[in-house]
T-cell receptor, first 110, second 114 residues
Framework: DAKTTQPNSMESNEEEPVHLPCNHS???????IHWYRQLPSQGPEYVIH???SNVNNRMASLAIAEDRKSSTLILHRATLRDAAVYYC???????????FGTGTSLTVIP | NAGVTQTPKFQVLKTGQSMTLQCAQD?????MSWYRQDPGMGLRLIHY???????DQGEVPNGYNVSRSTTEDFPLRLLSAAPSQTSVYFC?????????????FGPGTRLTVL
């Protein structure tokens, strides 16, 4: 499976937008891009996913580069509850086997 | 729905002891998996199952056994615990939404092997 590269940590001020980048230069044409987050002492939870087009849901937006070699998770207004480790994951269509990297630890400053 | 449940929440074992980590889901998901997470690391896949009676190895299967006799349950067995198996263990189940699968994770079991 293709690998992803994310910064180890990022900081954001509360109520400001946050852009979390992910590089996936070896992505194949059919790989889905997933984002999950892990709050302290909890299991990961789904945030958003996409294939080629930008996606929006109630939690976040996903911006996918035209060549699909990178993507950005956008939290429009960070809250203290958004402090978590965010994982960018690739998988084949119908693929259930997720390979997690180390993710980005997001700190939200009040 | 309770979602994915795991028991116990915490466990301390001595080297060489065996135990079973329990995982159950009430969402009728066919796919289930086990991950371990070491401090400061991402999750690594241990074993997974695509349905009752079918299991396969993931990235780090050594030292662990699984079986899947029902859709609901997917226990993970440690045959002879070693300190290197000290970790947090997460069980997950997933539902197919078209060609995409969303995974649902349990709250984890924190295991310490002395």
């Amino acid at each position: 499976d293709a690998k992803t590269t994310q910064p180890n940590s990022m900081e954001s001020n509360e109520e400001e937008p946050v852009h979390l980048p992910c590089n996936h230069s070896t992505i194949s044409g059919t790989d889905y891009i997933h984002w999950y987050r892990q709050l302290p002492s909890q299991g990961p939870e789904y945030v958003i996913h996409g294939l080629t087009s930008n996606v929006n849901n109630r939690m976040a937006s996903l911006a996918i580069a035209e060549d699909r070699k990178s993507s950005t998770l956008i939290l429009h207004r960070a809250t203290l509850r958004d402090a978590a480790v965010y994982y960018c994951i690739l998988s084949r269509p119908g693929g259930n086997q997720f390979y997690f990297g180390t993710g980005t630890s997001l700190t939200v400053i009040p | 729905n309770a979602g994915v449940t795991q028991t116990p929440k915490f466990q301390v074992l001595k080297t060489g002891q065996s135990m079973t980590l329990q995982c159950a889901q009430d969402m009728n998901h066919e796919y289930m998996s086990w991950y371990r997470q070491d401090p400061g690391m991402g999750l690594r896949l241990i074993h997974y199952s695509v349905g009752a009676g079918i299991t396969d190895q993931g990235e780090v299967p050594n030292g662990y056994n699984v079986s899947r006799s029902t859709t609901e349950d997917f226990p993970l067995r440690l045959l002879s615990a070693a300190p290197s198996q000290t970790s947090v263990y997460f069980c997950a189940s997933s539902v197919e939404r078209g060609s995409y699968n969303e995974q649902f994770f349990g709250p984890g079991t924190r295991l310490t092997v002395l």
